[in-house]
């Protein structure tokens, strides 16, 4: 099915009834939706007498064409195209756990020899996914992004149907313009021994797409700090709509409930890498290990969870999501279990918030609008999920993860 076929196919009803039956909760959202830019995508999972699943989704003001900053959310898509990519090179030796030295061969490039938070003191394929799945690491996505190669990032989003996507840069480094077309060389070794060369490489194209809303509020702060008195534009950046970052996820995720040519091209292995590490906690991982000040438990579990410090954890829940958070808007793609329930579904959904109107300036009402929303949503929907009668019981003992 494609996803404009999806689009038109969603129920269009069920989520704004179910916010609409909590005023408390959703009025300010349901009576400025546009003003926060609001839109979902909910996917319930249904699963036939030999636990094969199905979908149905619902949305709210989903638009493919109204564009929205994806952030991190993109890190996901570059998760599993440097997967596939290690697949493919594997006559070559390189693994996941290969060392991988990245070079510099253009203004503005930087070098990697070490990675003093892993194991053995050296970058991987496998390290800087653990990064960006446990805490959302800028240069973690970065280094894969120039392994994969900016061209064939582009490509695969076209090949797996998330034709209203692009990723263009590297992110939190200014990337833009010449610099994002240009990626480093790398080399990678098993021990002493060079497995694999990548020779640095340059990709001339532009990746347009038709979109809507890509100038925004009424001012912004330059580099030098200095307000700059008209509209904020962020077009010519990555473009991921809820649509396409849930398609991503369900392939992943589910891929029985794709044809078998549709699939990704990844190992037994590779899923379990991603599956662990998009449901840890920060607090649960060692290599990396992180300050639980800094990163506490729900750091990256925005649905449900709001990303709230001192929260309960329910022990039988696990999110296996990817979140992005910049400029004001705050996104989650998430596919979420709940054990002991035997709940399961997939939840995509982004807001904004800018009162001000002005980007860049690091006031935007994250605390007070954004994480309220994804903590509630998620929780209305979990709460509709315990209610939903299911002719099977999910099997969804592929997911109990070993988190030690």
Known sequence: MSL???????????????????????????????????????????????????F????????????????STVKLAAVIFALEKVNRLKSSGITVKSTMITDSAFKGQTK???????????????????????????????????????????????????????????????????????????????????VYSQQAQFDPKEYDLVLTNTVMGKGYLDSADKLVNKPFSL?????????????????????????????????????KLIYTYMSKLPTESNFPKYDEKEFWPTYAKMLYYGREKNVELDPNIRIFNKYGDSYGYIIDNSYFIDFKNGVEYFLTAVIQSNDDGIFNDNKYEYETVCYPFMKNLGRSIYEAELKRKKSNKANLAKFKMDYK
């Not at 916010?19 to 995508?41: C, G, T, W, Y």
């Not at 149905?56 to 952030?71: D, E, G, M, R, V």
């Open 112 to 194: 990697v020899f070490k990675d003093t938070s892993s194991k053995n003191g050296l970058p991987s394929i496998e390290h800087y996914i653990k990064k960006i799945l446990l805490t959302s690491d800028n240069d973690a996505f970065n280094r894969l992004f120039e392994f994969i190669g900016r061209a064939e990032l582009n490509e695969k989003l076209k090949k797996n149907g998330l034709i209203n996507s692009r990723i263009l840069n590297r992110l939190a480094i200014g990337d833009a313009g010449e610099s994002a077309k240009h990626t480093n060389p790398i080399k990678f070794y098993n021990g002493n021994k060079l």
């Open 56 to 71: 149905k989704s619902y949305s709210y003001n989903l638009n493919t064409q109204h564009y929205f900053y994806p952030a």
């Open 235 to 271: 077009e010519n950046k990555n473009a991921f709509p809820i649509n396409d970052q849930q398609k991503l996820m369900q392939k992943l995720i589910l891929p029985e409930a794709f044809p078998a040519l549709e699939r990704y091209n990844l190992t037994t292995a590779d899923y």
């Open 4 to 54: 404009s076929t999806m689009a038109q196919q969603t129920d269009t009803v069920f989520l704004k009834k179910l916010m609409q039956a909590k005023p408390e909760l959703f009025s300010n959202i349901l009576n400025r939706p546009d003003h926060n830019q609001v839109q979902i995508l909910y996917t319930q999972v249904n699963r036939d007498m030999k636990n094969k699943p199905s």
